[in-house]
């Protein structure tokens, strides 16, 4: 949906670079969320997401000439 | 149907933002590399909240123009800084005056000039078409209800064949709709 998201808007040679898992643990290294809402997901989410709950990646696009 | 408004969604992230309170620097060691966060004050890694590492995809040189979008308080317009000296230039848009004020004590501390920071909103960018050659947007794009007009807003300054390089979360299968109602979410 990204890429696509990109092509509509311009961009071509859209380039996946990098794609890690994210996860409960990797979320608790931002301080922006609180240990109850850490608790929150980890309730709601079924435990086989906890190792990714979505994705980060690395893309590169470039302007359409 | 979207659970917030574009005006909830910027408070809520701006008010995110504003009352963090780091703790670690576990996040800017695991996305940079020693050599890149060397000279970077250890405060100013505290305030690492990207996903990723645009800078190290953008492929940056001597003398391109820079526009790092949702800049934070300002790491990855400090990498880049330096690798378009002596002629190029950064520019950090953020929405956030606590994490632009952040931004500029930082670059102050590192001595850094060819940087500068604008309080704007990723979906009306402050700056001409065509004007930049690199635009870079880590863990941020995922904070707008408007994610299209933000790409486009990226896609229109820069010039033709000038490149984007993004960091961000992205979904496999949809979450619990619990989680996608709740504010705190709206901010990661």
Known sequence: ML??????????RVVLRDRRPFGLATLARYPIFAPEFLDFVERVVPPDRHDALVYAVDVTATAAT | MPYFTDADARSIVRTTYEAATPVGIDVAHVLYAPDELAGVPEDALRWAFGVGNPVRHAGLGPGEIV??????????????ARRVVPDGRVIGIDMTPAMLARARHHAAAMKIENVEWREALMEALPLPDGSVD?????????LSTRKSRALAEMRRVLRPGGRLALADLVLTESLPEEIQRDATALAA
């Open chain 2, 67 to 80: 526009l790092d979008v949702g800049c934070g308080a300002g790491i990855d317009a400090f990498i880049a």
């Open chain 1, 3 to 12: 890429e696509r998201k990109l092509v509509n808007v311009g961009f071509d």
């Open chain 2, 134 to 142: 690199v635009v870079l947007c880590n863990g941020v794009l995922n």
